[in-house]
């Protein structure tokens, strides 16, 4: 422990940090994220905080006061990654006395053993510590004391939103409903580096989406590990779908998406609301990491094969145009060809418009990292291989069945690829480029696919009054 560096979250307040900001001239923040939607989400919100701070951001490291790199340890080989862009870092230190600071996963598992083995490391800030970051800052710049934080917070202060303050040139938002989990799937870190489940206040969320909205944002995304499970512990009482139907009603907002569900949970009222609320997009991500129900099993599901496609059944019923994607693991301890046949059938029969598919990899810690039937790495790379080669025709597939429809679209900014193209999401979450202009950033435009790519869709802009053909509605054209 490092003394007052530990003590707890909530005795600290804004109040405090602001009445001693000290005038100091502009500075830059470089972030580099690993990881997931909810390491973006916190990323962002580092950054907003900095920037009320004294901070703006830049792409360039060489021209930063402050680098953060905010990691993840879910999957990847996390501490190596963190070395190594440390020692990318390192000169920058020597050269310009960049303050150098980890935030994320690996900042939560590793604490003081970063500062230890890292010398010019300056700050260790856990996951919960985000809202801290600006007085951790201040504390390295009047002394040059290098901080660890690292303690859970029990208040639900780190769930906070931080809020932007004027017009955000972003389309899309993301917005934290839910932290942590209580699951503790026997392969998963997250509830040992987030802490047990915890959701914020509906008001808050309402407000946060409110604010979003009246800043210009379109779309927005809920983010929770197991959004199922919104409401658990709190005073008032509601429950997921609730809390869609009153986001539902915000002015100005367009469109609203969450990630992730959990199968065991996915309730019916949830499965209505496909078809109930307008602004809700008919896309579900629902993981289901293996089709074989001893996987399923050893892994902590709580469901099986057979039970989960009940589900996919139900909610293709209640909302036909639905587009459905999902994790999946190979290669997890004990799985046989059997096994893995099973999963190969499951994502036949659901037929994915996408999945996201990861080897098994331990993670310290966790109960699976103790089993003993583990399976060879080339066995786990060959069958992602057959895996992944089965869902990208499966794919394409889908992709060509949307040739000739007009899909609705969210346009949300050039494209990459030219200058004389836009970008934008049809409601199933795919990439559509078509030719139009800056002033379409924002607005839902009807476009018709003309050709379908593996991972992309090519459209034109038609008219609204074209007979809407498939997802068109919120017909809302404002182009
Ligand atoms: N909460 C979500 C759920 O239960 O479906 C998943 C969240 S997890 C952060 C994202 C995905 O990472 C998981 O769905 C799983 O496929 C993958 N994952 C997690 N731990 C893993 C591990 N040890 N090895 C490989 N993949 C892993
Ligand atoms: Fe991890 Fe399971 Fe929780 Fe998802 S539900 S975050 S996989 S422990």
Not at 197 to 206: A, D, L, Q, Y
Not at 251 to 262: A, K, M, P
Not at 335 to 348: N, P
Request: net charge neutral.
């Amino acid at each position: 422990m490092r003394g007052t560096q530990k003590k707890a979250l909530d005795s600290i307040t804004f109040a405090k940090l602001n009445s001693h900001k000290p005038v100091v001239m502009e500075k830059h923040v470089y972030i580099e994220t690993y990881g997931c939607q909810m390491n973006e989400h916190d990323s962002e919100r580092m950054l907003r905080l900095l920037e009320s701070y004294h901070y703006q951001e830049t792409k360039d490291p060489k021209q930063a006061d402050l680098i953060l790199i905010n990691t993840c340890s879910v999957r990847e080989k996390p501490e190596h990654k963190v070395y190594s862009a440390l020692g990318r870092y390192k000169w920058l230190k020597e050269k310009r006395g960049t303050i150098i600071g980890v935030a994320g996963c690996v900042a939560q598992q590793e604490g003081d053993k970063l500062l230890d083995r890292v010398p010019y490391l300056d700050m260790v800030i856990g996951t919960h510590a985000i809202p801290m970051l600006p007085q951790l800052l201040q504390k390295i710049e009047v002394s040059g004391e290098r901080v660890c934080e690292t303690s859970f917070d029990q208040n639900g202060k780190y769930l906070e939103a931080v809020l932007p303050e004027k017009p955000v040139d972003k389309v899309k938002s993301y917005v934290t409903i839910m932290q942590g989990c209580d699951h503790f799937c026997s392969f998963c870190i997250v509830p040992y580096v987030r802490g047990r489940e915890k959701s914020r206040s509906s008001r808050e969320i309402f407000e946060e989406v409110k604010h979003l909205a009246k800043m210009g944002v379109k779309e927005v995304c809920l983010l929770g590990q197991n959004v199922n499970g919104y409401g658990k512990g709190l005073e008032e009482e509601i429950s997921f779908s609730e809390l869609l139907e009153r986001i539902n009603e915000i002015e100005g907002l367009q469109r609203i998406r969450f990630t992730t569900s959990h199968p065991k949970d996915l309730s019916g009222e949830l499965i209505q609301a496909f078809s109930k609320l307008k602004k809700l997009c008919e896309h579900i991500h629902l993981p289901f990491q293996s089709g074989s129900d001893k996987i399923l099993k050893a892994m902590h599901r709580g469901y099986t094969k057979e039970s989960y496609l009940e589900k996919i059944d139900r909610v293709k019923k209640a909302c036909p145009s639905i587009a459905l994607t999902a994790d999946v693991i190979v290669g997890f301890p004990g799985e046989e060809e059997k096994d893995f046949e099973e999963t190969l059938d499951l994502m036949r029969k659901v037929q994915f418009e996408d999945l996201f598919s990861f080897k098994y990899s331990p993670r310290k810690g966790t109960r699976a990292a103790q089993f003993q039937d583990k399976v060879e790495e080339k066995v786990k790379q060959n069958r992602l291989s057959i895996l992944q080669g089965i869902q990208k025709e499966i794919t394409l597939q889908k992709n060509q069945e949307l040739e000739g429809r007009v899909e609705e679209v969210l346009v949300e900014g050039q494209s990459k690829q030219s200058d004389q193209d836009m970008t934008g999401r049809t409601r199933s979450n795919k990439i559509v480029n078509f030719e139009g202009d800056l002033s379409l950033v924002g607005k839902l435009v009807p476009v018709r696919i003309t050709k379908a790519y593996p991972h992309s869709l090519r459209g034109e802009i038609t008219s609204a009054q074209d007979p809407p053909i498939c997802n068109l509605r919120s017909a809302i054209y404002n182009f």
